[in-house]
């Protein structure tokens, strides 16, 4: 047992001197570890007799414990030491110029979303959203375009191959129509929403992408007018090209799900190429573009979606955020908008921190 109390002193003393972790870390395993002596002699006392093993084990487990607070008191010390080290020796140049702050930018498209919600709003429109992936009844069917109804060839449609559980033809949606139907379903009426959102043709130019983006407008209440339309819209347009200059053309059109229909033009001049928005189309050096589609709701979508026509009427429109987005900040080609290209994003995106606000001005600085 005196053997016992050397050996402990002798392993105390190592770990006390011991100048590594490395150094401790033998230490500790060949007294502490699994094969260790300390371990062995453990093992020992269940071979002996109670007598032997009261005398013995305190002082079988004093040795461990104290060969274990060594270990741990020198690991701290080593520990401290190697912080002290690294204080003394690791510098901090304070005078080099700060790392570049990681960028981004606002995409355009979600730029003018903003900017079409913030306008809208003080107009009293709530913003809605539908699904991308859309039955055929909400972005056809309910919207006046029967199964066999050519204007549903006009739309190069996407169909999943298989129907949905409860035996819908699905597809990606052609239109942002298909919210008009989903919100008047749901709220009911009175109503006035614009829904923006991405939609889907099988189509692909400088002018096409198979994604893009539409805003749809619904007003629905009592009373309502063609004059109402064209207030919304004039004031709308004026409020997001910030000029006072813009003129509207109304043309009868066609669309299904509104009655009586209107395509509506603007009236632009081409200034250095790019067209810019004011004026009569009328006017010399002007001309006419065609900006958005609109009309009256269709007594029949009233009544697809739960409504009234007698007693409820409205007025709708749909156009394209993209070509808003072009038209305003002078983009030519929209296959760019989703290239995802960091230079064409650094040059045409804008800041974060350019909230477009009624107040401020909802046109960006960027
Ligand atoms: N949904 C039409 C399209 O994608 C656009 C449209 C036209 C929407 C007239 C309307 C509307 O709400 O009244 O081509």
Redesign the pocket.
């Known amino acids: 047992m005196d053997d016992l109390q050397t050996r402990t002193e002798t392993a105390v003393a190592a770990a006390c001197a011991a100048a590594t972790h490395d150094a401790l870390e033998t230490l500790r395993v060949d007294a502490l570890g699994k094969q260790g002596w300390v371990s062995q002699l453990m093992k020992t006392l269940g071979k002996m007799t109670p007598e032997e093993r009261q005398e013995k084990a305190p002082r079988i487990q004093a040795a461990r414990a104290a060969i274990a607070n060594a270990i741990e008191a020198r690991k701290a010390a080593l520990d401290a030491a190697d912080l002290e080290r690294k204080l003394a020796t690791e510098t901090l140049d304070l005078t080099l110029p700060a790392p570049q702050l990681p960028t981004g930018s606002v995409h355009p498209v979600s730029q003018v979303m903003d900017e079409l919600a913030e306008i809208f709003a003080d107009l009293g429109f709530a913003v809605k959203t539908g699904p991308e992936i859309e039955d055929d009844w909400h972005n056809f069917t309910a919207l006046n375009m029967p199964e066999s109804h050519p204007a549903r060839a006009m739309h190069d449609t996407f169909y999943f191959p298989d129907s949905d559980a409860e035996g819908r033809r699905m597809l990606l949606r ?4 298909p919210v ?1 139907i989903r919100t008047m379903v749901q709220e009911g009426a009175p109503l006035r929403i614009i829904a923006p959102g991405r ?1 889907y043709r099988s189509d692909s130019d400088a002018t096409h992408t198979p994604m893009f983006h ?1 805003i ?3 007003v629905i209440d009592k009373g309502i007018h063609l004059g109402h339309l064209k207030w919304t819209l004039e004031t709308f347009l004026k409020a997001f090209f910030e000029r006072e200059d813009i003129v509207l053309r109304l043309r009868p059109s066609y ?1 299904p ?2 009655e009586p ?1 209107v395509e509506v033009d603007v009236g632009f001049e081409l200034v250095d190429g790019k067209r810019v928005l004011g004026g009569s189309g009328d006017e010399p050096g002007h001309a006419w573009m065609e900006l ?4 009256m ?1 269709n007594r029949r979508v009233i009544e697809f979606a739960g409504l009234d026509p007698d007693e409820w009427q409205g ?5 394209g955020v993209d070509r808003l987005a072009m038209l305003k900040y002078g983009m030519d080609d929209l296959r760019a908008f989703f290239d995802g290209d960091r230079r064409w994003i650094d040059h045409y995106g804008f800041s974060p921190f350019d909230q477009p606000t009624l107040s401020a001005g909802v046109g960006a600085k960027a």
């Open positions: 052609t239109h942002t129509s008009q939609v539409q749809e407008g619904l669309f799900f509104t229909s958005l589609g609109s009309g709701v007025f709708a429109w749909g156009l």
